[in-house]
């Protein structure tokens, strides 16, 4: 009996059918793997960056953007070999961002990670919730500018808009796994591209309609448009909105295992990591450089909704809907690791709870029974309803994408992978390469800090003049 599970795995290693871990083979690859990570990346972040090239100017806004897509792309090189313990191709998988820590870290640490990353991605999903309520506004608005002139008063409320967002997600919430959305990663992929690529060529239009360059070395003007007080806070959002833009090592580990081998999945992820930041990157330079361009220091919040663009008016309704048509992909990508968490957790605590473990087939017509699971439909529900109320309560765009991005940049991003790296590599302290390693996340911890505050100095701002649910 005591050779049993290595039979198992013997069996499981040499079948066509199952991995060296017993799940049934893996079948993703660098091009899926590109496309979770530009679903993931690629997001309403996107839009907030000619607005944060505004704050920062043309000298230490196009230099930041370089900098954390390095910074990004190096901590994911590091994340993706801590997939497996120990040997690179044979060791055990981490199926998730909290087993690498656990596996790496262990004790407290694996408890702050798991602070982090989950209240991370219910940020998200409000952040999203919030963006897409936006989209849906400046398409009613678009139109109604249209109809009424430039000057139209045009207000519309975003309550209905994000109730409406919400059911969108409740339904789409019962897929039950990542494996089971890759289709919706591939769509959500193109619609970023999509409505990305129209707020470039609507700046770019901009910048050749008037033949001239917006904007100045250092940025905002101090006494014309904002005082220097307000500057410094500014600044300091506007890198927590760069960081939110490249916000995806949260998820990496998650997309990594659904990888197959060989090659080593670690080999693939970072191909794909490369791949994916270098595109992101050139999509955010040109829209966060030609939007500055364009509108100089009024650069909007949000290039496709802040109405510096009135026409083509039915080419914005375009962008503003494959935006809404991401976003509903993003948030499942980035809610399906807290969605398998709580999941998990319920089945260790309640193995024997019929609601929890029974799976009910649902008939469809044309294709396989949907399996509906009574705890995952009521769970996943109450999740929605709650981040759209919070959605609801404090719809402020740029200043969500800046504590997002404060929050989860370094501890996720750089702290995590480099302190994993270390143990995994068995790095020696204070050699030169720790030394540098640690120098890197001091730096990245020191930019959080600073992101945080002008975020949420901007929260506190706006709360003055907000009226819930008022349009």
């Known amino acids: 009996m005591a050779d049993?599970?290595?039979?198992?795995?013997e069996v499981y290693g040499e079948s066509k059918c199952f991995d060296d871990d017993g799940r049934i083979k893996r079948t993703g690859s660098v091009w899926t793997a590109s496309a979770h990570i530009i679903t993931a990346v690629i997001g309403s972040g996107v839009l907030s960056l000619a607005w944060a090239t505004a704050q920062l100017g043309w000298v230490a806004g196009p230099t930041v953007l370089l900098?954390?897509?390095?910074?990004?792309?190096?901590?994911?090189?590091?994340?993706s070999d801590c997939y497996r313990t120990g040997d690179p191709v044979t060791g055990k998988r981490n199926y998730t961002y909290m087993d690498a820590v656990r596996a790496n870290l262990g004790g407290f640490q694996v408890k702050i990670c798991g602070v982090i990353q989950y209240?991370?991605?219910?940020?998200?999903?409000?952040?999203?919730?919030i963006a897409s309520s936006i989209s849906m506004v400046a398409v009613n608005r678009s139109n109604c500018f249209h109809k009424q002139g430039h000057h139209a008063a045009c207000n519309v409320s975003s309550t209905p808009y994000m109730i409406m967002f919400g059911v969108m997600e409740i339904i789409f919430s019962q897929i039950p796994d990542f494996d089971q959305i890759s289709w919706l990663s591939i769509v959500a992929a193109v619609m970023s591209f999509t409505y990305s690529t129209i707020g470039l060529g609507l700046g770019v239009a901009q910048v050749a309609e008037t033949g001239k360059i917006e904007g100045s070395l250092t940025g905002i003007s101090i006494g014309t448009e904002v005082t220097e007080m307000q500057k410094i806070w500014r600044s300091f959002q506007?890198?927590?909105?760069?960081?939110?833009?490249y916000s995806y090592s949260l998820i990496l580990i998650e997309i990594q295992d659904t990888l197959k081998s060989p090659p080593a999945e670690?080999?693939?992820m970072k191909r794909a990591t490369l791949i994916s930041v270098a595109v992101t990157t050139v999509f955010y330079m040109l829209c966060g450089c030609f939007g500055y361009a364009a509108f100089g220091d009024q650069s909007p919040g949000n290039l496709l909704t802040g109405f510096?663009?009135?026409?083509p008016y039915w080419l914005l309704d375009i962008a503003n809907i494959a935006?809404?048509?991401?976003?509903?992909g993003a948030y499942q990508v980035y809610c399906q690791p807290l969605f398998a968490f709580v999941e998990k957790t319920a089945a260790e605590w309640y193995p024997d709870s019929k609601i929890i473990t029974k799976e009910i087939d649902v008939p469809i017509p044309g294709f396989k029974p949907f399996k509906l699971n009574l705890f995952r439909l009521v769970w996943r529900a109450i999740f929605v309803i709650i981040t759209t109320v919070i959605s609801m309560l404090m719809p402020f765009f740029n200043d969500v994408v800046g504590i997002l991005g404060a929050f989860g940049f370094w501890p996720l991003t750089v702290y995590f992978p480099v302190e994993m790296y270390i143990v995994q590599k068995r790095i020696t302290k204070w050699s030169a390469r720790w030394i540098c390693l640690q120098i890197l996340s001091g730096a990245c911890l020191v930019i959080s800090i600073a992101a945080a505050a002008g975020s949420f100095a901007g929260v506190v701002s706006d709360l003055k003049v907000y009226r819930p649910f008022q349009s």
Do not use: D, R
């Open 119 to 129: 209240a991370n991605l219910f940020g998200v999903a409000i952040g999203y919730t």
């Open 323 to 328: 935006m809404v048509v991401h976003l509903v």
């Open 308 to 311: 510096g663009f009135y026409n």
């Open 4 to 9: 049993k599970p290595h039979q198992v795995f």
């Open 238 to 245: 506007a890198l927590g909105a760069i960081a939110f833009a």
């Open 67 to 79: 900098l954390f897509s390095f910074v990004t792309y190096y901590t994911s090189a590091l994340l």
């Open 266 to 268: 670690a080999k693939t």
